[in-house]
């Protein structure tokens, strides 16, 4: 245990020194004080020509390593940061970038929530079904996996559109406007990729489970098909789903900004791609907001299966004994 956890804090300190290493970069390859001077007049509209960038690369060593310090020492005191808009303007970070972050974490952990429990629906009716019918699903959630996150994006709002030409009902808000705000389609758009991988995983779990022992004598005793898969099967198959946090996590990341993007929605990851780039120590704070708790769920994750092993090996000991 004490190695797990050395091991781990280490990872964790590497990981956060490489965010706050490539979160400095530019200030590494271009002469981003002069640059910054420039982006600034033109958002102003003071200037429209793009010329006077200073576009080619250098390696500022002294300006990369005084970017360093500048942003760890803003960072030891992230409850005051601010940050500069487009124009120069200088801005708190607080409360703006709390109110976004919970707001877009809100409709993250609601994609997770409707994915998850959609896919257990799911396999749940699929299991009911023929193996040549399973054969048959397994191979279009292959090919539905391989789809971009773009591609639901716009079938979806394309089917609510013409839903809307035909009845002339709106079934939900597809874009964030002056008076009114999307709830249901972000939630929706990020739960289709986790969905489709949730009830690939877990359909490979079930019938795993499906030809082992205890299933068989459930059969023999006369046990309902529906009982066995919602009960026994189902128990025994969900603890796999923890090996696939990493996949689902990165998968609904990464559809994330796309759902911000397509949708106008000003939420955490629009603000960081907007104002990160000229704000080292704004970008880092955003990630490290991402990172922290996901390596956290890892961390407890990785403690729950050495602690499960754990009492599984006391158990075999004992029973040997």
Same mark, same amino acid.
């Given at each position: ?9 280490? $990872?964790?300190?590497?990981? !956060? ?44 060593? $002294? ?9 760890? &020492? ?18 708190? !970070?607080?409360?703006?970038? &709390? ?8 409709? *993250? ?35 539905? $996996? ?31 406007? *002056? ?55 189902? &128990? ?9 946090? $990493? ?75």
């Amino acid at each position: 245990m004490r190695n797990f956890l050395a091991i781990t804090g280490i $990872k964790a300190l590497l990981t !956060v020194i490489g965010i706050v290493l490539f979160g400095c970069l530019p200030f590494l390859l271009f002469n981003m004080e002069a640059n910054k001077e420039i982006l600034y007049l033109i958002n102003q509209k003071k200037m429209s020509n793009a010329s006077y960038l200073v576009d080619e690369i250098m390696f500022n060593w $002294k300006g990369y390593m005084g970017q360093i310090a500048t942003t760890l &020492r803003e960072l030891s005191t992230f409850w005051e940061l601010t940050y500069s808009t487009k124009t120069g303007q200088i801005t708190p !970070v607080f409360p703006e970038f &709390r109110e976004l972050y919970l707001k877009s974490a809100s409709y *993250f952990l609601g994609g997770l929530v409707v994915a998850v429990c959609v896919s257990t629906l799911l396999v749940h009716i699929i299991m009911m079904t023929s193996k040549k019918m399973r054969r048959a699903i397994k191979a279009v959630l292959t090919i539905l $996996k391989s789809l971009p996150d773009v591609f639901y994006i716009i079938i979806v709002q394309i089917a609510i559109i013409m839903v809307f030409r035909q009845t002339g009902v709106v079934l939900f808000n597809t874009s964030h406007t *002056f008076g009114d705000r999307a709830v249901f389609f972000p939630i929706m758009i990020l739960s289709i990729l986790p969905t489709v991988y949730f009830v690939k995983f877990l359909l490979l779990a079930f019938e795993d489970q499906e030809e082992s022992l205890y299933v068989e004598l459930a059969r023999g005793k006369g046990i309902a098909r529906f009982r066995i898969i919602s009960i026994h099967i189902f &128990r025994n198959a969900v603890p796999s789903l923890r090996n696939h946090f $990493k996949t689902i996590f990165w998968i609904m990341l990464s559809n994330w900004l796309m759902v911000e993007i397509f949708m106008n929605f000003n939420g955490l990851m629009m603000f960081l791609l907007e104002n990160g780039p000229l704000n080292p120590s704004l970008f880092i704070l955003g990630v490290l907001t991402i990172f922290v708790p996901y390596f956290l769920i890892s961390v407890l994750h990785s403690l729950i299966s050495m602690s499960v092993k754990n009492a599984t090996l006391r158990r075999g000991m004992e029973d040997a004994a």
